[in-house]
């Protein structure tokens, strides 16, 4: 049986979910709060389950950091840039196969963002030497 969330400004704080067995949903949305209600809408209208969402967002986050760290490690920048790019491109394709045309904003948004860091890792990149 859960315990009810922490109320903290209608955002997410680490462990805000406790179950009855002291297990708490790292960073996950407040029932009712606007993320909550997003993700569910997401998952009703594109049918990601919402088990994924932790891996999603943790795929995202993970694309972040190596687009920051490709700065110095330029290999990195570009293993990072392919997976957000494949990524996003699947988010768009999940969108358009459902016809969601209302919720493909963000991720055109976010891909097209993603291929430009990608392009300018690229070209910036020296090329490796023996």
């Known amino acids: 049986m859960p315990i009810a969330p922490k109320q903290v400004y209608g955002h997410c704080i680490p462990g ?3 179950n009855a ?7 996950r949305p407040r029932e009712g709060s606007a993320r909550s209600q997003h993700s569910e809408g997401i998952h009703e209208t594109v049918g990601v389950p919402m088990k994924y969402f ?3 967002a943790a795929s995202e986050f ?8 490709g ?13 957000l790019v494949l990524y996003f ?6 969108h358009l ?14 891909l097209v963002l993603s291929a430009a860091a990608l392009g300018l890792r ?9």
């Open 71 to 83: 700065i110095w490690l330029p290999s990195l920048g570009v293993a990072a840039g392919i997976a």
């Open 21 to 27: 067995r002291g297990h708490g949903g790292l960073l």
């Open 122 to 130: 690229l070209l910036t990149s020296k090329p490796i030497t023996h």
């Open 62 to 69: 993970a694309g972040a950091a190596g687009l920051l760290l």
């Open 89 to 94: 491109v699947g988010a768009v394709i999940s």
């Open 54 to 56: 932790p891996l999603l």
């Open 16 to 18: 805000d979910h406790i």
């Open 97 to 110: 196969c459902v016809g969601d045309f209302k919720g493909i904003g963000a991720a055109t948004f976010l």
